[in-house]
């Protein structure tokens, strides 16, 4: 399952959501009316504009103050199975791994490329 994105700029401050990117946004009361009834087939047309109106990556400022480490020895990161689940390879030693607020670990470069020109989620 995906993790929505939350974030924080500073260590002091709490995880907040990506919140949503839109020049037109869907006016709130139609989304409330969306969430609060059964989802009928006359909706496909809102629900593909409330879609356009998610942001689909996150901001890059955001993506650089996430925590990244090295991958040193004995680390679990090198124990048999873990791998990046962007894609699907071992870590290796002296590796740049990006940790996410879901605590799940990534490659670097795998995860940076993921949030910023893909998906806002793990």
């Known amino acids: 399952s995906q993790h929505k994105f939350s974030f ?11 919140q949503q990117v839109s020049s037109v946004p869907l006016p709130l009361a139609v989304i409330n009316d969306l969430m609060n009834r059964e989802i009928v087939a006359n909706d496909y047309n809102l629900l593909l504009q409330l879609d356009r109106n998610v942001s689909s990556s996150v901001p890059g400022h ?7 480490r090295i991958v ?12 990046c689940r962007v894609c699907l390879k071992a ?3 002296r590796q740049e791994v990006r940790c996410l607020p879901c605590q799940h670990k990534f490659h670097k470069e795998c995860i940076d490329h993921w949030l910023l ?3 806002n989620s793990c």
């Open 91 to 93: 870590f290796r030693l």
């Open 72 to 83: 040193k020895e004995r680390s679990k990161l090198l124990m048999p199975g873990q791998q």
């Open 8 to 18: 924080r700029e500073k260590r002091n401050q709490r995880w907040r959501p990506l």
């Open 62 to 68: 955001v993506v650089h103050t996430l925590p990244m």
């Open 117 to 119: 020109h893909e998906c």
